[in-house]
């Protein structure tokens, strides 16, 4: 009896250990069970038009980067629906010459994934037209979502650390 009881227990260790892989597994390649066709509403998939969850040291690709210039930290929202404020035109890039896609995220896209254009030389450009404002966003570098390597500012976005930048009025 007691031999099919520590048999029944570690049966039931391996199967919570191989669950327990299995969702790592999920979460660090960013898929959920809907790839399986399994519907998991407590799963959540990263590249949802909200930003990602906090990724930023375990899924940084590797390259050297060039971010954007940002301004002091100020506790600004976005302005956008001021027309009378000035318009800043904000250029943001990313130095990766082996990317087969780059997309930018952003408040100002509504998280929804825009096109960057690469250079010559391997740098990602995207430019906008930001009003005075702070401005959370993350880049998506074939099908990976992190933060901006070259930019240490971050604001929360619901739980999620994201890249910053605030746009200040001229004077």
Known sequence: MKRFFWS?????????????????????TH??????????PM????????????????T???A????TSTAAPAAMKPAAANPSAEVS?????YHNPKAQQVFIR????????????KDAKGVW????????????????????????PANKRTKLVGKTPVSSIVVKARP
């Open 8 to 28: 029944v227990l570690i049966l039931l260790d391996v199967g919570i250990i191989a669950a327990s892989a299995f969702l790592l597994y999920l979460h660090w």
């Open 31 to 40: 898929k959920s069970f809907s790839t399986w066709g399994v519907s998991a």
């Open 43 to 58: 799963m959540r998939r990263e590249a949802s038009p909200q930003p990602p969850t906090p990724l930023g040291a375990k």
């Open 60 to 62: 940084l690709v590797p």
């Open 64 to 67: 050297a980067a060039v971010g």
């Open 89 to 93: 035109h904000e250029l943001f890039s």
């Open 106 to 117: 952003g408040d100002f896209t509504g998280w929804k994934a825009e096109p960057m254009h």
């Open 125 to 148: 450009e995207y430019q906008a037209n930001l009003t005075p404002g702070e401005y959370g966003y993350c880049y998506s570098v074939n099908d990976r979502i992190f933060p901006d």
